[in-house]
């Protein structure tokens, strides 16, 4: 049914409507695959992770903040900023031709082209420089998409700290895919200027390496989590912040 459902979709322009709280439209997605595990979310009229961004909401305090979106996919979390935080600037980074076809859509689509600035169109964010091939292992989960290192790889990798430049950030939101403590490690200027709030999902595998070895070096505490099968979502504010 879901293959029945792509191939129907395929070159069409559906959009299906998130409601807000009070019931009217609060956004409009465009879908091509309800089988996809975001996609699925916005077709039952809702936001993907609608609980971690409310956690969002209550643990954000800036007006009007500047924010870094790594792993900004089909634009769920991007286009949720643009309507319920009133942000300055959204950064999206996000290196998949598949997925950005669709954020550029999503963006347009809301109206919030104003608040986008695309100097991370089409790239992936590390430790440093290099080269990547895309990896997408469930045609039915896009987000998951991983950067698989390849010396004749499409896809190229800026540190955050180059790519951001002197620019202030509030909020960073990192879904990498395992390769978050290297997006955090190409951060650590901007981490240790800006002292921005941070919501990273973390590979198990990778949870000592954040929670007990960055967080203390950076000076980072957990605020809260979200707990999921292979992967937590953790938010962490600087230990002055408590």
Not at 49 to 59: N, P
Not at 149 to 163: F, H, M, P, Q, V
Not at 226 to 240: G, H, K, S
Request: proline share 5%; charged share 25%; glycine share 10%.
């Amino acid at each position: 049914m879901t293959e029945q459902w792509r191939a129907e979709l395929e070159g069409m322009r559906v959009y299906v409507e998130i409601a807000g709280p009070d019931g009217s439209p609060a956004a409009r997605m465009r879908l091509t695959n309800p089988g996809d595990l975001i996609q699925h979310a916005h077709a039952s009229g809702r936001f993907f992770e609608a609980d971690s961004l409310e956690k969002l909401r209550r643990l954000l305090k800036v007006e009007r903040p500047s924010i870094v979106e790594v792993g900004a996919n089909i634009g769920n979390h991007v286009i949720w900023y643009g309507k319920n935080l009133n942000p300055r600037r959204i950064y999206p980074v996000e290196p998949n031709p598949e997925a950005l076809a669709l954020l550029e859509d999503n963006i347009a689509v809301n109206g919030v082209e104003a608040m986008v600035d695309r100097r991370g169109w089409g790239l992936g964010a590390g430790s440093g420089h290099g080269r990547f091939r895309t990896e997408t292992a469930d045609t039915n989960n896009l987000g998951a998409t991983r950067l698989v290192a390849a010396d004749d790889g499409g896809i190229e990798t800026r540190t955050l700290d180059e790519l951001m430049g002197d620019e202030t950030v509030d909020f960073i939101k990192i879904d990498a895919e395992g390769m978050e403590l290297d997006v955090l490690a190409g951060a650590e200027a901007l981490i240790a200027r800006d002292k921005p709030l941070i919501w990273v999902e973390v590979q198990r595998p990778n949870i000592m390496g954040f929670v007990q070895t960055w967080c203390r070096k950076a000076g980072y505490r957990v605020a809260d989590s979200t707990q999921y099968v292979n992967t937590v979502d953790y938010f962490a504010v600087p230990r002055e912040a408590s």
